[in-house]
């Protein structure tokens, strides 16, 4: 399996992005997927999962904020970032949690106060 990660960049406060994962692999469409954030100096923390059902969950630092997404036919996750913070400056990496766990490369967001 195989995650490209897309959609990063820099935005002002109050700006909104979007990230794309694109996934390799035949069963994307039962597998849980996630997006991780991690600054620097500071652990990687989960942002959002969403199962293969479409349930999700998000970080209470995000959630109201981040939607995340799924396109099975496409085999792609996405998150939508709104009313973004400083503190949000990242990378976002995201991850297949189920059945088997695999990492993106990451993609930088940057937001200026």
């Known amino acids: 399996v195989q995650l490209v990660e897309s959609g990063g960049g820099w935005v002002q406060a109050g700006g909104s992005l979007r990230l794309s994962c694109a996934a390799s692999?035949?069963?994307?469409?039962?597998?849980?997927m996630g997006w991780y954030r991690q600054a620097p100096g500071k652990q990687r923390e989960l942002v959002a999962r969403i199962t293969g059902f479409g349930t999700t969950n998000y970080a209470d630092s995000v959630r109201g904020r981040f939607t995340i997404s799924r396109d099975n036919a496409k085999n792609t996750v996405y998150l939508q970032m709104n009313s973004l913070k400083p503190e949000d400056t990242a990378v976002y990496y995201c991850?297949?949690?189920?059945?088997?766990?695999?990492w993106g490369q990451g993609t930088q967001v940057t937001v200026s106060s």
């Open positions: 692999g035949s069963i994307f469409s039962i597998a849980t």
């Open positions: 991850k297949q949690l189920t059945p088997t766990e695999y």
